[in-house]
């Protein structure tokens, strides 16, 4: 605990300190209780898109002894050419949010190249679209999570040693000015009582002259 001066002004820079630290606090613990929701929430959405995923993939098994056939379905012939990305805010995070992709075809000849490839192809950009989306759902969650942690840390800051420290000081300093102003008080007694002991010596010493 750093060292406090034990006056008047110093109380009320730390029953200040007090109020604001009690005042932010609950603000911060509503925000900590959010950002658990809202990563909860957005976890449980990433997991539901990659299950979709899964699911494309099972029902499209009959093309993957197909799709291994790199003569008739050449590799890299779809191409991510653009990722659509919007910005959002939650508790006063910001975040990246998918508002979807653009795809490149590489050319092929479309009389010589069987039907399926472009169904195999629609497939793959489905595929791949859910994955983009996954992608940034995980961002949005490594993001909140790190003001989880910085939020977490202030409130344990405010909560273990801010608020107890100062409750503690205030205590403290509350004491040593009572503790003064009863010794000013007693002080003051006994100052009165020497002048009045001297007054009436004073008094006597006059009678004794006359």
Do not use: C
């Amino acid at each position: 605990m750093a060292k406090i001066k034990l006056t008047k002004n110093e109380l009320k820079v730390q029953k200040d300190a007090l109020k604001m630290y009690r005042r932010y606090l609950p603000t911060l613990t509503l925000k900590k209780q959010q950002l658990h929701s809202e990563i909860y929430i957005i976890g449980a959405k990433a997991k539901a898109v990659r299950q979709e995923r899964e699911a494309l993939e099972q029902g499209f098994d009959d093309w993957i002894a197909v799709f291994s056939d790199q003569d008739a379905f050449p590799e890299g012939i779809i191409t991510v050419s653009n990722i659509r990305k919007g910005k959002g805010n939650i508790a006063g995070v910001d975040i990246p949010t998918f508002e979807g992709a653009d795809f490149a075809r590489g050319d092929y000849d479309l009389y010589e190249t069987p039907l399926w490839v472009d169904l195999a192809a629609n497939h793959i950009e489905q595929a791949m679209l859910l994955d983009l989306e996954a992608e940034v759902l995980d961002e949005q969650v490594r993001l909140l999570e790190q003001e989880l942690r910085a939020t977490s840390q202030r409130v344990n800051l405010f909560e273990k040693v801010k608020i107890p420290e100062t409750e503690e000081n205030i205590k403290k300093i509350s004491i040593y000015l009572a503790d003064q102003q009863v010794n000013a008080v007693v002080r003051s007694k006994i100052s009165k009582r020497k002048i009045a002991l001297r007054n009436a010596e004073a008094s006597e010493r006059q009678v004794e002259v006359l």
